[in-house]
């Protein structure tokens, strides 16, 4: 992968972050994209390789476009894009649900996701060549109560990984897929808004994966030979079998 060029969004904290991280260390020069410039900034103060910080939020059409666009000529022949942005923005019924919430994960996860992956392929198509990798979550796979949005905004995630990897196949670039069970990271403080403690429940008893889990898995991904696809990957803690089945400790 020494040499690659590859782009991650949300990269300013989480598996972002962690990936940005496990790319540096084979190698990868890296397109750190993200809101929060500090964290970027810090980021990229971390890393030995050669980086460029793009700041925007996914859900910013206009923002996503002008930004992958204004792309220096040393960083513009992306070779692997990280589809990492999205979050979980409340967990209510239907009937309970505030449609801010709705479209906060609708505008991220699923049209943010599209965007880049629409920003980013015109020079992959040129080139023929790419791998693009995008984070679902087992909300992919499976719906639970409360998340009928976030699951949906999933399930969307994976529809649109098939329907790129079909597109996408006369090109031979990549698209796989990764979908993560129990990950600590921000993300459930960001669902509960804030309430740490809230969160923590989510991950009592048991041991969730980390950041770095993940990271290193989308690595191998990304570290596999030109003819193989590892083209859908569910990735759970050894605690969990699947959303409701879970081995906690008192
Ligand atoms: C995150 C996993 O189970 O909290 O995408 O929805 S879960």
Known sequence: MRGKIALITGASSGIGWATAEAFAAEGVQLILCGRRESRLKALQNLLKVP???????????KAVFDQIHSLPKAFSSIDILINNAGNAHGLSPVHEADLRDWEAMIDSNVKGLMYVTKAVLPSMVERK???????GSIA???VYPNGSVYCSSKYAVDAFSQGLRIDLNPMGIKVSAIHPGLVDTEFSVVRFKGDQQKANRVYEGLKPLS?????DVICYMAKAPEHVNIADLLLLPNAQANTYVNHRKP
């Open 51 to 61: 980086s460029h910080v793009l700041v925007f939020d996914v859900a910013d059409k």
């Open 129 to 135: 060549s790419g791998h693009i990798i995008n984070l």
């Open 140 to 142: 992919a796979k499976e």
């Open 211 to 215: 950041a770095q889990d993940v990271a």
